[in-house]
Structures are given as C-alpha cells and as structure tokens.
C-alpha cells in the first residue's frame, strides 16, 4: 500500500475519480490544498465529499512554489510519500516541481509546465515540426491586431492558461477581436486565486471533426489507449456537448490522429504521465489543438473504462508511483459508451425549479448515467464547460450507437426555470468543475465512493 500526496483537485467529477482509484488501489492518501471550503461547498447531497477519505488533510499556499516546496519536503520527512499527484490543471506544474524535489517519480516539470501554457505549447510543437494551426503570441491590443490581419480573419483567440474553454472565442473582425481582448483584461486572476499570464494566443480557425487521442506515457513508452470524439457548439464560444468512445474514425483517420499525438507528446517531453491530446481533422491533416498532461474530464475516462476496462485515474496513480499501470484491454460488454451535456440555450436564463421528463429519461433502460443540476442553480447562456446543466451517458453493446442513444435521451430533459437569482454556484461561476457534479441525483449505474470522515491536522 503506497502513501500518495494529493495537492488540490477539480471539484467536479476528477474529484470523485481520484479518490474512488486511490481507494480501490488500496493506497493512501495526503490532500493538501490552500483552501478546504472550496471542496466543501461542493460537497455531494448523498455524504462527505470523496477528498475528506485522506488520511490528512493540511492548507498551505500552494499557489506560493517558495512556500509549497519545503513545506512539501518537510512533510516528505515526517508521512513518507510514495508519489505525488493532482487532478487540477493549474496545479499540475506545482505537482511536477514537488515531485523532483522529493526526488519522486514524475513528468520532468518544464514538460509539464510547457504543455500547461499554450503559448509555450505552440512554441514548442512548432519547434518540433508537429503540425497546428498557424498562431501569434500577442501582449497589447496593437500587436493582436496586426497579427489578427497577418492570420486573417476568422480566428480563434485563446488565454494561454485557463481552461474548460473558458474565454476561448471565435472572432471575425477586428470589432469582435477587441471584444474579445477586453473580457480577456477583465479576467486577471483565476479560480484559484493565481494572477493569469497577459500573454493572448490568436490561432487560425481550424475546420474539421475534433477527437481527443487518451494515452499513457511510462518508463519512455507512450501508449494509445483510444481516441474519443467531440461535438462542440455554442458559437462564438467552444462549448463540448458530448463524446463517444471510441471515435468512429477510419483506421487511417485514427492512426493519424494518434500518431500526431504522441509526436506532440515526444516535442513537449512528457513522460510518467496520463494525457489527453485535442486533435482536428481538417482537411489538410491533423493538428493539434492542445495537450493536457492528465487524465480527460468530462468523464471521458468512464467512457473508455466502460469499452476497454481501462480505468485512467488509476492509470494516474500507477504512473505517479513509477509503476508500468495494467493497460490491457478487457471485456465488458460494451462496444460504445457516451456522454450527452445539457447545456442551457442562448434564450435561457434564471434559477433552476427542476427539469420536465426527468423521470422518463431515468427509466429508460439506455441509461447508465444520469446527473442534474439541483434546483436554485443559476441557469445563464453558456460560454464555457462550466455551465453544464447535467447530463446523460449511455453505452452500446453491439455498435457505434451510443451517441445517438445518449442525445435521443437528452433532448427529453427540458430545465423548468424561475426568477433570475443573485449569484451562481460557486464552482460554476469560477470556471472550476471539469463537469458538472451530480447535486441533487445519484448517477444510475455507479457505485457511490466510499468516503470516511478525515483525520484533519492543525
């Protein structure tokens, strides 16, 4: 049984992934984190939040590198860890430096580092020859709208280090563009209480089908677990309202996308590491569209345990432990496994009562996931992940079905909505949930994580 430093963690469903691999690994684990009641106020209706099953549960600045590092070294000496870990994208550099200085295992951290930052992505794919839109690196107005002019418009401005599309928007002359660069001035400081880089990444606008290639780097060797598709909506913004796995591609359609994966993967330098690369297939070829050194959210990692057996999270555990994780496909029975969002419409706006054919949806034997939003939740137009109102998974035991099954089900919810209240959910209105949580419904088909109460030192 090994002893496992968590620093900080999604408060949607990693939050709960995580702990349930901890668990079922039978390993132990430290929650560090700046802040507990963030997790708090996101805490399930159903038991304590699956986080306070640690064995500790200590606050420190871990937003501070000057501060966390000898901390972190200080309670190397006194608990003992085995590896170090975080499900969180804005600490997941953080965790990189922790582990070097225990001299644990782990991704190098200016690998980790590079693929967090887009700006730092692009500069090294481009380095590498590993093919992406054309892009410019902008720190003012007057230089994003030369370099807007020399792209041509459409474009796609992006911040360098938020995520969950936050932010990310699809602009067609200079009009928009200034729109979009002064929402961007508005934002300075993340959900986590970290100052933002003023640096603006303006990319060509990439046409075509978008996947997500999940492998699993180890020991040198980088594995291909799958390939998952994406739909996405919302324009101008990039909101994902569903994936399927596997992807129904092509052999030569998904042998392209997860070769041009783990090119990206060898630039960057990442190794020890669960990752889910963004690919488009356009037209002239794949191109990345960005590298996340962890796990998929959007309970993209359920999907592919539900067709392969493979469990990511766990897999995350294994390789922040130095471990070669157990990769091999299993059977299960299912052949596609899916996931619907139900993502309010652009008219829609208020507080949520309840949702009209909740009970039909959940009676239909297509069902294996089911979670909603619960009631007083602020409903608003959706311009990211982080206003998810719920969803639907479904899963396909003779095809490629599933999708279909999941956005049939989908389209029978209907958010019965009152007055607009004064403030949203906390994780919602922060962009912090990398889907959203079921609040008021247990998802069908899941065992609920055990969670013991936690033994909390001063």
């Known amino acids: ?22 668990g079922e690994g039978g390993h132990r684990f430290t929650f560090l984190t700046r802040d507990l009641h963030h997790y708090l106020r996101a805490a399930p209706v159903d038991g304590p939040h699956p986080l306070l099953a640690a064995d500790n549960i200590l606050t420190v600045d871990t937003n501070d590198a ?15 860890f085995d590896g170090v870990l975080s499900s969180c994208d804005y600490y997941l550099p953080q965790v990189a430096r922790v582990a070097h200085r225990l001299v644990l295992p782990g991704a190098a951290p200016e690998a980790v580092e590079a693929a967090c930052r887009k700006d730092l992505t692009r500069r090294k794919l481009a380095e590498a020859g ?14 994003a709208r030369a370099a807007a002019r020399a792209i041509g418009y459409p ?25 979009a660069l002064r929402a961007l001035e508005g934002f300075p400081v993340n959900a986590r209480g970290q100052r933002r880089e003023p640096v603006v990444l303006l990319e060509e606008l990439l046409t075509g089908p978008e996947v997500s290639v999940e492998t699993v780097s180890a020991g040198g060797a980088a594995h291909v677990v799958g390939i998952t598709d ?3 909506a919302g324009a101008p913004a990039f909101v ?31 190794d020890q590491v669960v990752a889910h690369t963004e690919i488009k297939l356009t037209p002239s070829g794949p191109r990345v569209v960005e590298v996340n050194p962890r796990p998929a959210g959007n309970r993209i990692t359920e999907l592919v345990r539900r067709v392969t057996g493979v469990d990511l999270a766990a897999a995350a555990v294994d390789v922040a432990l130095g471990r070669r994780p157990d990769l091999a496909v299993h059977p299960t029975g299912v052949t596609s496994a899916a996931i619907a969002f139900l ?4 008219g829609q706006a208020g507080l949520l009562d309840g949702f009209d054919g909740e009970d039909a949806v ?22 990211s992940n982080n206003e998810y109102l719920g969803h639907v998974m479904t899963a396909d035991s003779v095809g490629a079905g599933a999708r279909g099954a999941a956005e049939r089900l989908l389209a029978g919810l209907t958010p019965r909505l009152t007055a607009t209240g004064a403030e949203a959910a906390v994780e919602h209105a922060s962009g912090d949930a990398d889907a959203v949580a079921p609040v008021a419904v247990e998802p069908a088909g899941i065992a609920p994580v055990a969670a013991a109460p936690a033994g909390v030192l001063a």
């Open 1 to 22: 049984m090994a002893h496992l430093l968590v620093i900080e963690s999604w408060v949607g469903s990693m939050s709960r992934l995580l702990p349930r691999a901890l």
């Open 66 to 80: 000057a501060v966390l590092l000898p901390y972190a070294e200080r309670l190397h000496g006194l608990l003992g």
């Open 130 to 143: 590993v093919p992406g839109p054309a892009y410019a690196l902008c720190t003012d107005r007057e230089q």
């Open 155 to 179: 474009l796609v401005v992006k911040p360098v280090d938020l995520c969950a599309g936050m932010f990310v928007r699809e602009v067609v002359d200079e009009t928009e563009l200034l729109v």
């Open 230 to 232: 994406k739909s996405v």
């Open 240 to 270: 994902e309202t569903g994936h399927m796995f596997p992807a129904a591609l092509e052999p030569a359609e998904a042998g392209a996308a997860a070769d041009t994966a783990l090119a990206a993967l060898a630039a960057l330098g990442l």
């Open 343 to 346: 993502v309010p419409e652009g």
């Open 362 to 383: 959940r009676r239909d034997p297509a069902v294996v996931e089911l979670a909603l939003a619960g009631a007083g939740r602020e409903v608003r137009p959706a311009t």
